[in-house]
């Protein structure tokens, strides 16, 4: 199997080691709560993603930068898209960021989580092969 590209490996979700493993199970969204679910092991080369106790709660962290960003985005857009910045207008306002960290949270949820696997975790990195070992 050709080796894919780090940013690849990312937008899909792959394993950092391998890149070839699913690190999720199940769609991003769904209407179920059991939508999607962190693989304990990489289905290929067997890698345990929770690379230590509590290593996901780290992921806290880097939603909050994205939530924290998306609703800057989401504020910034609608006021350049017409809704003007007055007090009669806040309710619109906190309606529109609240609906938008709402759409926003499984994306969240996944990719916090791959940008911590993949970026923010030192001595974890893409081994060439590693997929092949074990199948
Ligand atoms: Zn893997």
Redesign the pocket.
């Known amino acids: 199997m050709k080796a894919i590209s780090k940013f690849q490996a990312v937008v899909n979700c792959k394993?950092p080691?391998?890149r070839?493993?699913d690190i999720f199970s199940g769609k991003m969204y769904s209407f179920s709560f059991k939508g999607q679910i962190t693989n304990e092991y990489?289905p290929?080369?067997n890698?345990r993603f929770e690379r230590e106790p509590g290593f996901f709660y780290v992921s806290m962290f880097v939603s909050y930068a994205m939530n924290v960003a998306e609703m800057i985005s989401a504020s910034v857009a609608t006021y350049v898209l017409g809704l003007p910045l007055v007090y009669e207008n806040l309710w619109y306002y906190v309606g529109i960021l609240l609906l938008t960290v709402l759409i926003c949270s499984p994306f969240n949820y996944r990719y916090s989580r791959v940008f911590l696997l993949h970026w923010l975790t030192p001595g974890l990195g893409y081994i060439p092969g590693s997929?092949a070992k074990t199948k």
Do not use: I, P
Request: a neutral charge.
């Open positions: 394993c080691r391998c070839e493993g990489c290929v080369c890698l997929g």
